[in-house]
C-alpha cells in the first residue's frame, strides 16, 4: 500500500465513525423507560424541560407493562397523579373498573401490550419530550463528582451521546449509579413485626461501586 492510499483509507475510517456518533443537548436525560422513568419523563416535560427518555427495548413502562402477568398492588382506593391518568386510560380500553378486576391478586389488571401503548400514548403528547428506544448504556460522563451526560450503543452499533443538565437514574437496577461509581445504600425495610418474624433487622450498610 503507498502512503496516499493509506491516509485515504483512515480519513474515510474517521469521517465513517464521526457520521455514527449522534451528539444531543438536553435539559434533562432519563437512562431508562421503565415505570418510574416514564414517570419522570413525562412530568419533567410537563414542567416546560426539554427531555429525553433513552430506553435499551422497544417498550416503555419495565415490569409494569412487560411482565408476563400485569396486576397492579394496592392504590386502588388513591388515585392520583400519573397514576389515576393512566388507570383511566386503561378503564377506557376495556370498559371500566369491573372490567379489569378480573383477579384476586389485583383490582387493575391488563394486558401488557395495552400498557405499553398507553404510555407511548401518554409520552407522545408532550412536545417537550423525546423517547430513543433499543440503546443501551455504555457509560456516562461526569464533571468532578456531577453527571453530565452517557453514551448509548444503538441496535446496529451506532453511538449516540446525550449531555444534559439533570440525568435521572430511571433503569431498573441503578446502572447509572454503578458506572458513575456513586455511594448507595443497602438496606432492609421490614414491614411489620420484624424481631417476632425474622429476628432483629440487620444495621444498613453503605457500599461504593
Known sequence: MNKKYIISLLFTCCCLTAAAQQQLTTAVLV???????????????RLGAGTIIVESTPWLGGMLSAAGVSAI????????GLWNEFREKIYAVYGGPEKVETGWVSNTQFEPRVAD?????????????????????????????RVTGATFRGAKGESLRVTARVVID??????????AGAAYDLAWKPVASP??????????????T
Do not use: C
Not at 73 to 80: A, I, T
Not at 170 to 179: I, P, Q, W
Not at 195 to 208: C, D, L, Q, T
Open 31 to 45: 437512562v431508562g423507560g421503565g415505570t418510574g422513568g416514564t414517570a419522570a419523563g413525562i412530568q419533567s416535560a
Open 170 to 179: 430511571g433503569t431498573e437496577l441503578g446502572d447509572v449509579f454503578a458506572k
Open 195 to 208: 424481631a417476632k418474624r425474622w429476628g432483629s433487622p440487620k444495621p444498613i450498610k453503605s457500599y461504593r
Open 117 to 145: 401503548s398507553i404510555l407511548k400514548s401518554m409520552a407522545a403528547a408532550e412536545a417537550n419530550l423525546k423517547v430513543l428506544y433499543n440503546y443501551q448504556l455504555v457509560s456516562v460522563h461526569k464533571t468532578g463528582n
Open 73 to 80: 398492588d394496592g392504590n386502588h382506593n388513591l388515585p392520583s
